[in-house]
């Protein structure tokens, strides 16, 4: 027997309500008992409550989380679908190709992620599949983990949940393990969403080099020489991006 397709869309937050009404804006009109929106607020914010807890088809958890992977896994273990989508507070969704990736999922073939691609919030700009090898980044595969892949609740059945040892690189972990251990995935075209730059996962950071080496000390292992090499780089990367961005700063402030 075919089990139905059913959505859990998942957005983790933190005191977002303008965010939360925005995204709660674009996706209300497809909330049913097969589509739920799940809200994982953590902050305690008076205007989230008031205004969501008695909506029809949102379920809303404001209970403390260590971060967003964290309020993901406590998502997905207290709740019930086939599938699901991360969507950020701070993102946007096409509900058309939303809709026409639901009827490839009731049509198709038993697929644990889906990958679509993602526009920049703000830009024409769209984010490609890499040309990269999968171990070193799985951009080849997944543009966007936020508004562009949609995720079969078989892939944590199998493979188990997200690592809370990360804050940014969790999903990609979590992708290439399945990947790379045999899951079923498709690619498309269409874009799905689009994907806001201005969080922590997107700016410059020691938080993004940390997270870098922490992702391929996993792949690769802590002694791997690549490693050793590739992290100075890393490094000044990140030097050069923050002092590119005070540059702009300053310079705006003189205009």
Not at 110 to 124: A, C, D, H, K, N
Not at 130 to 153: E, F, K, V, Y
Not at 164 to 177: P, R, S
Request: some cysteine; aromatic content about 14%; overall charge neutral.
């Amino acid at each position: 027997m075919i089990q139905p397709v059913t959505v859990l869309i998942i957005t983790p937050a933190h005191k977002a309500f303008d965010g939360l009404l925005k995204v709660y804006n674009e996706i209300h009109s497809v909330l049913c008992p097969e589509i739920i929106w799940y809200i994982k607020d953590s902050g305690q914010c008076n205007r989230t409550a008031e205004f969501f807890k008695n909506k029809e088809h949102i379920y809303l958890n404001m209970q403390p989380d260590q971060g967003i992977y964290d309020a993901i896994n406590i998502a997905l273990k207290s709740s019930q679908s086939s599938h699901y989508l991360v969507i950020g507070a701070d993102d946007s969704i096409q509900l058309d190709v939303f809709m026409v990736a639901l009827d490839r999922l009731k049509n198709g073939e038993e697929l644990m992620f889906s990958f679509y691609r993602v526009r920049l919030m703000g830009s024409p700009d769209i984010i490609s599949y890499r040309d990269l090898p999968l171990q070193w980044s799985n951009a080849s595969l997944m543009p966007s983990h936020s508004a562009g892949t949609i995720i079969s609740r078989s892939a944590h059945v199998r493979f188990g949940f997200y690592s809370t040892e990360f804050k940014i690189l969790g999903d990609a972990l979590f992708v290439l393990n399945a990947v790379c251990n045999g899951a079923k995935y498709s690619q498309y075209d269409d874009i799905l969403g689009s994907f806001e730059l201005g969080g922590i996962s997107s700016a410059p950071s020691w938080l993004r080099v940390r997270e870098w080496y922490l992702y391929q000390s996993k792949v690769f292992g802590k002694y791997n020489i690549a490693l050793w090499l590739f992290l100075p780089i890393k490094t000044v990367q990140f030097c050069f991006s923050a002092v590119s961005k005070k540059a702009s700063s300053v310079w705006k402030g003189f205009l």
